[in-house]
């Protein structure tokens, strides 16, 4: 059954006080935190274990190695990918998304064929295809959002055309909360034989995926939004399609055989991972993703889906409250102002308070020009926090509000 007072000893960061209030951590769309589990692992390898990958002869290698390649398999079985010749493990979603672009876009990409994102992408899905547009004189095309923050299907089927070679869709919006059909926009785009990128960053924490159902060709997520380590990702790739492409990065470990004259390269997934890697990231992200697996994706779904619905229903009692994303479909992410107050003071006010939200941009300018702001604050869940934690943000927010209105 599922414990949230159980899962909360895992993490001490909770247990921390600011300025003297318990900590109320409501950013985990920006990065989760870790449990003991993930942290003593890697501090394991570190101090007992380390030494390079895929290099050595000797006990110490050997043992990093078979624990990079113990992850690389957890990951496979985490999304139900094929194989696990399909995980590439990167720096996180920005590289992942990057690492397509160049690589699907040298061998994929010529004048004239168009892209599609979305108006809700984060940055990360939206510059890396604008820069290979202007490389290979390609267009972006965007999918607009209704006022609910919910994709215009009928304005995504007028897009498709057969000059379209690529959809990038975040599959849970970081600021609308909003989850995309995007089993549907996968199929859509398959008629037409383009392929899709789906964006996992905000739905690998709080959805059960499939690759092989879902049937996307690529699928980006990173480790610290699933209560893993910083600075490691994953980018699953369809393997006739990884294929298909060139290496991005040269170096070691990505070549077969190296000649002045010419170059061969490794198999995959090895291809893609040129130079070290952090291999130790890459065990913890393993660990992260067994914590979640021994926990139960569908009851952290089940879990935070009932939170979510409290924290919706809490919020709208604010007074003068305004929420960015009403999606029937809605994950995890609560966006929102309270009039005549910058969300800055909103964001500096509820620290002070002990409750750390994100405010800003949320790296999704167009968002904010869809809906004419310069900034939103947002609150962001996880399956640690608690009602008791919604009531006392919005407590906050009620003082805050008070404040403001003398
Ligand atoms: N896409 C989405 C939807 C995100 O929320 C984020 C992180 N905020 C990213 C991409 C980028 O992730 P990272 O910074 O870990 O590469």
């Avoid at 990918?81 to 061998?107: M, P, Q, W, Y």
């Avoid at 991005?248 to 070290?276: C, H, S």
Wanted: glycine share 10%; with cysteine; net charge negative.
């Amino acid at each position: 059954m599922f414990d949230v007072n159980r899962i909360r000893k895992d993490f001490p960061i909770l247990e921390e006080e600011i300025y003297g209030k318990p900590l109320v951590y409501l950013d985990n769309g920006a990065t989760t935190q870790r449990p003991l589990q993930v942290v003593e692992r890697m501090t394991e390898y570190y101090l007992r274990y380390n030494s390079n990958v895929h290099r050595g002869v000797h006990y110490l290698s050997n043992k990093c190695t078979d624990a990079n390649e113990q992850a690389r398999e957890t990951v496979r079985e985490f999304i139900n990918a094929v194989s696990t010749d399909e995980i590439i493990f990167t720096r996180g979603t920005t590289e992942s998304i990057n690492l397509v672009a160049h690589s699907f876009g040298e061998a994929f990409i010529r004048e004239g064929d168009e892209i599609i994102v979305t108006e809700m992408e984060h940055h990360a899905n939206i510059v890396p295809w604008q820069m290979l547009c202007e490389r290979k004189k390609a267009v972006l095309k965007v999918v607009p959002f209704n006022g609910k923050g919910e994709l215009n299907m009928e304005e995504f089927g007028k897009l498709l055309n057969e000059r379209v070679k690529l959809v990038g869709v975040a599959y849970v919006s970081n600021v609308l909360g909003t989850v995309n059909p995007v089993k549907e926009i996968i199929d859509a785009a398959h008629a037409f034989g383009a392929y899709v990128l789906v964006d996992g960053a905000q739905a690998i924490q709080h959805i059960p995926v499939d690759m092989q159902a879902l049937d996307c060709d690529f699928f980006a997520f990173s480790g610290h939004k699933v209560y893993g380590p910083t600075g490691v990702g994953v980018l699953y790739g369809k393997r006739g399609l990884l294929e298909q492409m060139p290496p991005w990065q040269g170096g070691g470990e990505m070549i077969k055989e190296v000649r002045f004259e010419k170059t061969t390269y490794n198999d995959l997934p090895f291809k893609f991972e040129a130079g070290t890697p952090d291999f130790i990231g890459v065990i913890g992200l393993g660990e992260a993703l067994e914590y979640v697996k021994g926990i139960g994706l569908q009851d952290i779904a089940s879990y935070e889906h009932d939170l979510m619905n409290y924290a919706m229903e809490q919020i709208r009692t604010v007074p003068n409250i305004i929420l960015f994303g009403e999606a029937a479909e809605k994950s995890s992410v609560i966006s929102f102002g309270i009039g005549g107050i910058h969300h800055f003071d909103l964001g500096t006010l509820l620290d002070k308070m002990g409750i750390a939200i994100r405010t800003g941009q949320l790296c999704a300018e167009p968002v904010m020009q869809h809906y004419g702001v310069t900034g939103m604050a947002r609150a962001s869940i996880a399956m640690y926090n608690t009602r008791e934690e919604i009531d006392v943000f919005c407590e906050g927010l009620r003082k805050i509000e008070k404040i403001f209105k003398l």
